[in-house]
């Protein structure tokens, strides 16, 4: 079932998701996406003192993976994403074991930090002729103070190893989150909403009222020969991803879990 009338603009494209992520499987599948899974190769490795904000990593990862997916397929949209925590000034990505992950956590431990995911997303023309539109979506996150046995137990559980900052939020992390402040499923790991809005702009010449979002086209041998606008996208400087206010909408996390579980269940039913 497509839940979005965005959404049923896609039917019969080939569209690719260049993520091997569950999670944001799961979010586009229970929003009636249909798409193709090729994960991307490449490496989250991008030297992280070259940015001047922790979303503009997101956002270049983001596009790198969906620009090597491009050229491995030939469909009409591949979907990239990645997503980070931010705290104290620091980007916190996948744990890389034990240790880390408590390095990690204890970080959070008591604070607010941010979770950013960037997304890139390719419309493909031709086989070098392609548009690329990019944006972020922040999500406000605070954690309880975790003792040592709630960090251990939470460690020793396996759950953090595969996800950004160490944490789940959708299932076992979420006993250590306190609140959440904006979209949800950003923290899972795929801003719905804002992807939707999106493609509304793409496909529905909706006027822009969108934020953290670029798009670039480029020639024939890769350079780029303009900066395009796509179909009602504005082209006021005000809405680069620098000069706009953080979206923060409150959500209440148990209501937002329970949702998202329910979903899950529903499209396996």
Request: aromatic share 8%.
């Amino acid at each position: 079932m497509v839940l979005s009338p965005v959404i049923s603009k896609l039917v019969g494209k080939l569209v690719v998701l260049a993520s091997a992520s569950p999670r944001r499987q799961d979010i586009l599948r229970n929003a009636g996406l249909r798409f193709e899974v090729v994960p991307s190769w490449f490496k989250e490795t991008l030297e992280k003192g070259l940015f001047t904000a922790p979303h503009e990593y997101a956002v270049e990862t983001a596009k790198q993976k969906a620009l090597e997916v491009k050229h491995l397929k030939t469909p009409d949209m591949v979907i990239g994403a990645d997503t980070i925590v931010s705290v104290d000034g620091l980007i916190l990505e996948k744990p890389t074991d034990k240790d880390d992950a408590y390095r990690m956590l204890s970080s959070l431990s008591g604070k607010e930090h941010s979770v950013f995911t960037g997304v890139a997303i390719v419309l493909c023309h031709g086989k070098e002729d392609y548009q690329l539109i990019d944006f972020y979506e922040e999500t406000k996150v605070k954690f309880a103070d975790l003792s040592e046995d709630m960090l251990w137990e939470y460690i020793n559980s396996g759950e953090p190893m595969d996800k950004a900052g160490g944490y789940g939020i959708q299932a076992l992390g979420g006993m250590l989150v306190e609140y959440v402040h904006g979209d949800f499923l950003n923290v899972v790991g795929f801003p719905l909403n804002h992807f939707c809005k999106q493609l509304g702009l793409i496909y529905n010449n909706l006027p822009s009222s969108n934020r953290n979002s670029t798009s670039v086209k480029l020639g024939p041998h890769g350079q780029d020969t303009s900066t395009v606008i796509p179909q009602g996208l504005s082209g006021n400087p005000s809405a680069s991803p620098s000069a706009s206010p953080v979206h923060k909408v409150r959500c209440y996390f148990c209501l937002q879990f329970i949702i998202y579980h329910l979903s899950i269940k529903l499209h396996l039913l």
